[in-house]
Antibody
């Protein structure tokens, strides 16, 4: 069955770079039409779509965060990596990865990983 | 970017009530609209995609409609397990964007 699982640091200091990994199973990151998105949610607030990587390695980013985000994948490891540079306390929240396609939106989600940005 | 305006931001309803949530897009998105349910401490779950396609396993009391710029999620008879926060997501044009959410509370 399809699963996604996020991993990464629990605590990051301001100005540092945050690196998150999404490990997937049950589908291929290349031999498929489905890509993977990252979404985040500050405590008590709404969901925010961040980035998407397509099977052909094309990328799409949130306009407001584009300068600080980078998404990549290692298909051999079934992993998708998101980096967020120069983090600030407002980047605190739960980060989710999810499988997606423009015809079907986001169908399977990981459980999420909570990241706190604090000195 | 396409802005998604969701309303209301919260509502109180009783078990058995009919509930309607609306999302408006700042420009036309054909029928590329999904609805998600999120319970506290849990990841969102897809209810609807393509504006009206019901996710497998989701009860038929949930339905979606609309196209272009205006969309609705309807719960025909609210059940205790439906008290949650609901989000719309436009999935037709990158960057994708979510609505601000609607919290459905017990009256």
């Amino acid at each position: 069955q399809v699963t996604l699982k996020e991993s990464g640091p629990v605590l990051v200091k301001p100005t540092e770079t945050l690196t998150l990994t999404c490990t997937v199973s049950g589908f291929s990151l290349i031999k498929t039409r489905m890509g993977v998105s990252w979404i985040r949610q500050p405590p008590g607030k709404a969901l925010e779509w961040l980035a998407h990587i397509f099977p052909n390695d094309e990328e799409s980013y949130s306009t407001s965060l584009k300068s600080r985000l980078s998404i990549s994948k290692d298909a051999s490891k079934s992993q998708v990596v998101l980096t967020v540079t120069n983090v600030d306390p407002v980047d605190t929240g739960t980060y989710y990865c999810a499988r997606g396609h423009y015809d079907e939106a986001l169908d399977y989600w990981g459980q999420g990983t909570l990241v706190t940005v604090s000195s | 970017d396409i802005q998604m305006t969701q309303s209301p931001s919260s509502l109180s309803a009783s078990v058995g009530d009919r509930v309607t949530i609306t999302c408006r897009a700042s420009q036309g998105i054909r029928n590329d609209l999904g609805w998600y349910q999120q319970k506290p401490g849990k990841a969102p779950e897809r209810l609807i995609y393509g504006a009206s396609s019901l996710q497998s396993g989701v009860p038929s009391r949930f339905s979606g409609s609309g196209s272009g710029t205006e969309f609705t999620l309807t719960i025909s008879s609210l059940q205790p397990e439906d008290f949650a926060t609901y989000y719309c997501l436009q999935h037709g044009t990158y960057p994708w964007t979510f609505g601000q959410g609607t919290k459905v509370e017990i009256k």
